[in-house]
């Protein structure tokens, strides 16, 4: 029976971690088939050369991606480990069926259509938002959308750098490229933009989700809190004190929680203890059981 359960906790975890991958991946095809693609904007990684070479030679850009990743994952299987090279194939297999569909459903006389008519910045600005928000979606479910994100994931995972500036430092040289094809300065620097823009909305909602809080919380309730806290799946710290104007001695809880899970223990305080004394602050990090791996050399 534990064996059981133990296969469908893990079996549930992976079907919820594709079902938010494919959220993600939709996401990102939505900003680079909508907004990238019909204003030559190149934004970088095995998406901007996939659509170098769609603007050169009018290759499909799914295909390129797909052959280019099919390389790529073998390595992901030495460096990322199993669970981590299935997400990509996964990732990898629905971004190219959603780009490929994308295409077609927004196809009109054989080209795709400028949604935003002749504002090009927006477009560049729309679609690297989009494109950021999805790959940190992505990324937040253990996955991957191939190509320079496999390096990006493969240096993350032993060195504490953020995903988006390893991408951006890898993405340069792509973006650059694109110089080859337009020979235009202002296309290129499109897509510096869209790299700034999109490497920051990525870091920005991997740290939102990510955001950790500190309580410290003083209660005579305090064992009951403890308590209350423990069955919503965090630990608690029991520290003593002492009032300095009251002299009193006293117990004092200390818990470290994601930023999502603060209502509930604020819920589960009040429930007991109304009058709590309760302080809350961010945290640049948190590392160990329940949070982040501790990254170094």
Request: overall charge positive; glycine content about 10%; hydrophobic content about 50%.
């Amino acid at each position: 029976m534990p064996n059981k359960l133990s296969t469908n906790t893990i079996l549930k975890n992976q079907i919820k971690d594709w079902f938010f991958i494919t959220i993600g991946i939709a996401i990102y095809v939505t900003g680079y088939v909508g907004f990238q693609l019909p204003y030559h904007i190149t934004p970088g990684g095995v998406a901007g050369i996939s659509a170098i070479v769609y603007y050169a030679i009018s290759f499909s850009p799914q295909y390129t991606y797909l052959i280019i990743n099919i390389c790529l994952l073998c390595v992901a299987l030495k460096l990322l480990g199993v669970k981590f090279l299935l997400n990509t194939i996964f990732a990898v297999g629905v971004m190219t069926v959603l780009m490929g569909a994308a295409q077609n459903v927004m196809m009109v006389d054989g080209e795709l259509p400028k949604v935003l008519g002749d504002q090009s910045f927006m477009a560049c600005v729309m679609g690297a938002a989009i494109e950021g928000i999805g790959l940190g979606i992505v990324f937040l479910n253990n996955g991957s959308s191939g190509g320079t994100d496999i390096l990006a994931a493969c240096i993350n995972k032993f060195r504490d750098i953020s995903l988006g500036t390893i991408l951006l430092c890898c993405d340069i040289l792509i973006a650059s490229s694109s110089y080859l094809v337009f020979h235009q300065i202002e296309l290129l620097l499109y897509g510096y933009v869209s790299m700034i823009i999109e490497t920051s909305m990525l870091d920005y909602v991997m740290n939102r989700m990510r955001q950790s809080v500190q309580f410290f919380i003083i209660s005579q309730d305090h064992e009951a809190i403890a308590k209350a806290i423990n069955e919503l799946g965090r630990g608690v710290t029991l520290l003593d004190a002492k009032g300095w104007y009251t002299r009193n001695e006293m117990k004092v809880l200390m818990v470290m929680a994601r930023r999502r899970e603060s209502t509930n223990i604020f819920r589960a305080i009040k429930n007991i203890d109304p009058n709590a004394f309760v302080s809350q602050s961010k945290v640049v990090g948190v590392f160990g059981n329940g949070f982040d791996r501790i990254k170094g050399k």
